[in-house]
């Protein structure tokens, strides 16, 4: 992240010296926005990483192990992507919807016990780092979104 920073902080910089009412400063306007953007989500994508990495042995075993898992996570763009593996995708994704909205199928007792304590470890190691944490099914279809800020599940 620090040699990115350094590229950026240095290309913002050299744009910052081309002369005013120029060909070349009117070609480079669009490009301070963008590096600065760009600097902008490196560093909150950096903060989200170093909040994240001392939970990452927490979030691997909520997902469980191979004989067991349950979900795969990733951090992308200062949030926990979390990708539920077939069977609990659908379960996790009925225990989040409104019960007057759910289908009637019963899935298996320990399925939706397993399910359940993932949803738990979710929130609160979510609610722990402050970073939310998006659910997406097997398909990779995006089911929610915990946040923290809100305590609950957003669609």
């Not at 350094?6 to 009412?21: F, T, Y």
């Not at 480079?28 to 963008?34: D, E, F, N, R, V």
């Not at 927490?58 to 949030?79: D, E, I, M, N, P």
């Amino acid at each position: 992240m620090d040699h990115l920073r350094r590229k950026l902080e240095n290309a913002l910089s050299q744009l910052a010296i081309v002369p005013q009412g120029t060909l070349a400063q009117a070609e480079a306007q669009p490009l301070s926005g963008l590096y600065t953007s760009s600097l902008t989500k490196a560093e909150s994508n950096l903060q989200a990483a170093l909040r994240f990495q001392p939970y990452e042995p927490k979030f691997f075993l909520a997902c469980g192990s191979a004989s067991q898992q349950k979900c795969t996570y990733s951090v992308r763009s200062g949030t926990v992507r979390l990708n539920l593996l077939q069977g609990y995708d659908n379960i996790i994704d009925q225990s989040i919807t409104p019960p007057d909205q759910r289908n009637g199928t019963m899935p298996a007792a320990q399925l939706v016990s397993q399910s359940n304590q993932l949803l738990q470890d979710i929130t609160l190691l979510s609610t722990e780092i402050q970073i939310p944490v998006e659910l997406y099914d097997a398909q990779g279809a995006f089911l929610a979104r915990y946040r923290p800020d809100l305590d609950g599940f957003v669609r």
